[in-house]
């Protein structure tokens, strides 16, 4: 269990911050202008700024580019776009992304003119997707679920501060609640920002999403003591998760969302970062709870140390979010 418990650590401070809270699939948006005349557009995320990679998508068998690819910089990331005839339908053709090892997933959209917008998740194990003649109805559901289940996991500054929750609360039941309350509150957020209700510039969410995590470790590392956040935590989880929230945004922004399917998108989105939130809940649980079992003398050290790294972490990142 201490073998297990170092690792986590380990984990926790070797946390790339450029990982912290980014979604960075590649995006890919076919959509057709008149019956053969489609156009292919991308974002291809790279690894840093002197990554110099261009790739194309793969398109259906059928179709043809018939411009020279565009190709424009943005921040850690390459933009290209292309006309494209396609001869005939196109329905039931494969068309995806080469070469997805290492480069996580991708978002494909395609916009017919005549049929509802299709949304695909592509993998190393699946990268390309067949454009189907009549979209399964439990697309959007699907793909975006799986979306929010990864980012909650693979969203470091998010997960620890789920992890740091857990180690203030203890208990099950107040965990539970408290976690819902920080789900409704950036529900409400994210939901308010993609409808265009509300906004926050990116850079300050993101170091006072930062801050948030070191309120908290802090908070644990006051052991014994009544302070608002053991008395209150899901009302310190809520108001928490309204800040969150933007941060969700931030990176749905990253992939988008599809027109005519905003909100089972949206929803489906939230349901997987809940499900996410209740994996890691129960996971913490059970390895606190097998730790109190198997050796109870280093149960107090422990978690002092995971907070400490909790806490090391979160404000390692928020002085590189102030400065950078």
Known sequence: MIRWLAVLLLALMGASPALADELRPVSIQFEQRDANGWRVAWKQPLSSPADDRFVMPTLPRDCRITSEPKREMAALAVLGSAEVACAGEV???????????????????????????????????????????????????????????????????????????????????????????????????????????????????????????????????????????????????????????????????EIGLPEGEVPAALVSFNLGVEAGQLLVILGVL??????????????????????????ITGSFWLIERIAG
Do not use: C, M
């Not at 917008?117 to 194990?125: F, P």
């Not at 789900?183 to 409808?195: D, G, M």
């Not at 935590?233 to 969150?244: D, E, I, K, N, R």
């Open 91 to 253: 329905a039931g053709q494969p068309i995806g992304w080469p070469n997805l090892v290492g480069q996580g997933d991708a978002i494909l959209r395609i916009v017919p003119l005549d049929r509802p917008e299709q949304v695909y998740r592509l993998t190393a194990g699946q990268p390309t997707a067949v454009f189907a003649a009549r979209p399964a109805a439990a697309q959007v559901w699907r793909s975006y679920f799986v979306i929010g289940v990864e980012h909650i996991l693979a969203g470091w500054d998010h997960l620890l501060f789920v992890i740091a929750l857990v180690l203030l609360v203890e208990k099950p039941g107040p965990v539970v609640k408290a976690a819902t309350a920080f789900t409704i509150a950036h529900s409400l957020t994210l939901a308010a920002v993609t409808l265009g209700f509300a906004g926050l510039p990116q850079r300050p969410v993101e170091a006072l999403i930062a801050l948030s995590i070191v309120f908290l470790a802090v908070e644990v590392a006051k052991d014994g003591r009544s302070t608002l956040a053991r008395r209150l935590p899901w009302f310190v989880a809520f108001v928490f998760g309204l800040l969150h929230g933007f941060g969700f945004a931030g990176a749905l922004h």
């Open 286 to 311: 059970l390895l606190r709870a097998a730790l109190r079992r198997s050796a109870p003398r280093v149960e107090t050290p422990a978690l002092r140390l995971a907070t400490y790294a909790i806490g």
